[in-house]
């Protein structure tokens, strides 16, 4: 099973800020990694596949990069309603598994 | 548009069984894989099982494998999740979600539902 790591855990972004979100995985996925945002109450919603392909409507202050072992979520900008919990997820192998989540929480 | 909602969940004791279904309507529910995703109160995502578009393919995690059975009427456009043996360990909030491509399985999840939660205690 491939586990997957992210970082930091929770991160203090002021609004308008960059936020820079980690993941690892413990063996190589290529390109197979797809980051999804959840807020509370809600369901996830898919933000990138591919890692670096921005899914339906998401707006292009979301960029992810990386390949193999190592991949990073970039929002260049917060907006409010952005403040949300991200998870990356492989999907080049069964199990899919997904990393634990990083809070992006107001500063 | 795409829709899937899901019902069925409620509190159950340990050992009994429970069946989740997820209503899909808004797109061409036997051209696409569909999974069953959980998160445990205040924790992550676990993905639990896929069903392929045909039926012909199903995975599931180690942790339910034996005990949760998925399977699809599509006919009814609908999704169905079988617990039997169920533990503490699987309360949690159950997501159906739909494939994001068609005629295959095994890529990233492109529409879910809003969950239905399912507690396990006596």
């Known amino acids: 099973e491939i586990v997957m790591t992210q970082s930091p855990v929770t991160l203090s972004v002021s609004p308008g800020e960059r936020a820079t979100l980690s993941c690892r995985a413990s063996?190589?996925?290529?390109?197979?990694l797809a980051w999804y945002q959840q807020k509370p109450g809600q369901a996830p919603r898919l933000l990138i596949y591919?890692?670096?392909t921005r899914a339906t409507g998401i707006p292009a202050r979301f960029s992810g990069s990386g390949s193999g072992t190592e991949f990073t979520l970039t929002i260049s900008s917060l907006q409010s309603e952005e403040f949300a919990v991200y998870f990356c997820?492989?999907?080049?192998?069964?199990?899919?598994?997904f990393g634990g989540g990083t809070k992006v929480e107001i500063k | 548009q795409v829709q899937l909602v899901e019902s069925g969940g409620g509190v159950v004791q340990p050992g009994r069984s429970l069946r989740l279904s997820c209503a899909a309507s808004g797109f061409t529910f036997s051209s696409y894989a569909m999974y069953w995703v959980r998160q445990a109160p205040g924790k992550g995502l676990e993905w639990v099982t896929v069903?392929?578009?045909?039926?012909?393919?199903?995975y599931y995690a180690g942790s339910v494998k034996g005990r949760f059975t998925i399977s699809r009427d599509d006919a009814k456009n609908t999704l169905y999740l079988q617990m039997n043996s169920l533990r503490g360990e699987d309360t949690a909030i159950y997501y159906c979600?739909?494939?994001?491509?068609?005629?295959?399985?095994?890529?990233?999840?492109?529409?879910w539902g809003q969950g239905t939660l399912v507690t396990v205690s006596s």
């Open positions: 069903i392929s578009y045909d039926g012909s393919v199903k």
């Open positions: 979600a739909r494939d994001q491509r068609q005629h295959s399985y095994g890529y990233p999840l492109e529409y």
């Open positions: 591919g890692a670096s």
């Open positions: 997820q492989h999907y080049n192998d069964w199990p899919l598994t």
């Open positions: 063996q190589s996925v290529g390109t197979n």
